[in-house]
């Protein structure tokens, strides 16, 4: 199993999804996350070792290649696209209740921005890291994440934005939240983001990568 | 002010990495030009005149050397089938994909001039160009990859795997429509066509060069062979493709906060290439100060050198930038004294280490300082210290007169010490006398024959 439970992690790491995937082109052939995933629970794995001993281990590599500039979106995408592979079949089973998550997760872009990649990219990598993610989409309203966060008490909130021009309303929403509930712990990201700006609005955290959330997100849930 | 040089002659000899007597300005005002008319950005950017008018005002505010028409990524992108939503406050922003649609590339076709707002754009084009022949007029273009973003959606990241061939017939058709633009452009009077592709900031170096180096590259030949200039822009952390980037002979690269000047000055240099940026946007020019936004402008052109730089801001101008803002940057690029006024008070005065000046000091003779920026390059600080010498002369050896030059370590050590602020200044034994101000000789006469009255009780 051990050994089973590794080539799933080197699948995502890598990002082959299925067999019949041509990529990455030294795997083709091969079975992907999508398959041993399935072989992984016939043989009598949990999800959520899967879950921890498998994605969260691949996703992790991929996290700090892609922080110390070793991959790049189109890689990580590959990997998430691996890591979902192997999600569709365990979801199920976190649904009925027989596996647990670390935390949850409430992410957005903010209202006015439409670019989603950085969003996309960012729940992916926290989701395949243990956490059930609530993903809101794109041009999120302040008030929208005010009632999902009242839905999820415990929730961290991530924001992100891609357009200096959006910032100034990351700015906006972030008090909101605060205003509602100053123990609710905002991160914010995205290209134009920096840490002065976190400083300067009174987020909680900012990361230029997504590991950097995961970290903080871990560091909360320990 | 310096009126010597034309703006558009500045960003040319920039561009060539000439030696500059002054380093050229480039607002990137986009929706930006629209606040200033008090309208919002969809209306702004859907009309030839309101865009006339913005940048018209930008160039009465900014006194800009170079300025592009507008700031605005979809244009191509719209006139290809996307649909736009139009938020009030900034550019629009493209919701659907064609290609992600029931359409084939090759169903596209090559926009004409005719097409969406292209003929807005370039309405507005020939008649800002007929307004403002001295400035540079910069015409932008969507980059091939982020325009393929835009017709294939984020697919396009993974494609690049999973079929390369794909991409790569979208990548020539976008890299197509840009030389179509950039023709347009250039008809129509630009002196630069910016190649804007920010969404390469977000592949791999491999990938740039397997799917953006070559169509980039046709792109600025193509636009070299028209006699034009050519910059390619990149917002967000793309360090890794600055090289690759360099190697698509643009004549200069533009880059964002995200990646250092300095890295990318060696770069570029190195290649020959001039390069431009990179004023940071949200946390300076949008929330800072005046003087936050003088001394990040001075910083960065203190990077970036009289060789091969352009000042600009690291990508389009936030729309609520406060105008005062970017009016304080005018003002030092084109005022040197401030530069080096700036330039002094920012060593705070612990770090400089002061001089001992027990020996400067002189029981017989007046000694006079004038504290300059370097009057070989500043009028004023010529004049001032013309007039000390004058004034010195009927008193032979009985005056000691020494210019300092805060453009050397010296001079700003002997500037702390005497506690100088403004420059020029004239400091005679060790008391301002003089500031900015030159004075008459006879006055100067004056002062120093009170000095010398106080030596001799």
Known sequence: MEELLKQIAHCVEFGKINQASPYPPDMKGEDGADELTVRALEQGATAEEILTDALIVGMGKVGVKFRENKVFVPQVLMSAKAMSAAMA????????????????????????????????????????????????????????????????????????????????????????????????????????????????INADLYSPDPQGLVEYLDELAS | ??????????????????????????????????????????????????????????????????????????????????RLNWPDNSPPSVISHPLQEDIKIEDLSIPSASDGRIPIVMDATGKLREKYPDIALYGLITGPFTLALHLMGTDIFMKMFEDPDEVNKVMSFCADVGKMMADYYIGAGCDVVAMVDPMTSQIDPDSFETFVSPYAAGLFSFIREKQSLSSFFVCGNAKQNIEAMCRCKPDNISIDENIPLDYVRDTALANDISFGGNMRLTTVLLMGTTEDCQREALECMDIGGRKGFVLAPGCDLPMDTPPENLQAVTDLVHDEMLQGELRASAAPATEVEKLDLSSHWNKDKVVIDIITLDSASCAPCQYMVDAVARASHPFGEKVIYKEHKITVKEGVQMMASLGVSNLPTIVIDGNIEFISQIPPVGKLGEKITEYLKLKTK
């Not at chain 1, 027989?98 to 006015?112: C, D, E, L, S």
């Not at chain 1, 009242?150 to 700015?171: F, R």
């Not at chain 2, 008319?37 to 940048?55: D, P, Q, R, T, W």
């Open chain 2, 1 to 82: 002010m310096d009126y010597k040089q034309t703006g558009l002659t500045l960003v040319k000899k920039a561009f060539n990495r000439e030696n500059v007597e002054r380093i050229p300005w480039v607002p990137f005002a986009g929706v930006h030009a629209a606040k200033l008319l008090g309208i919002g950005a969809g209306e702004y950017l859907k009309s030839s005149g309101h865009i006339f008018n913005g940048v018209s005002k930008a160039v009465e505010l900014y006194k800009p050397d170079g300025i592009p028409v507008v700031f605005d990524l979809q244009i191509e992108a719209e006139a290809l089938g996307c």
């Open chain 1, 89 to 200: 079949h365990l979801k199920p089973l976190f649904a009925s209740g027989t596996a647990k998550r670390k935390g949850t997760f409430i992410i957005g872009t903010v209202q006015g921005d439409l670019h989603d990649i950085g969003k996309n990219l960012v729940a992916m990598m926290v989701e395949g890291n243990g956490y059930e993610v609530i993903d809101l989409g794109v041009d999120v309203e302040a008030a929208k994440f005010l009632s999902e966060a009242e839905k999820y008490p415990d929730a961290v909130i991530g924001l992100s934005a891609l357009l200096t021009t959006t910032m100034a309303n990351m700015e906006d929403t972030v008090k909101a939240i605060k205003e509602k509930d100053p123990k609710v712990k905002v991160c914010i990201g995205g290209a134009p983001v920096t840490q002065d700006f976190c400083n300067k």
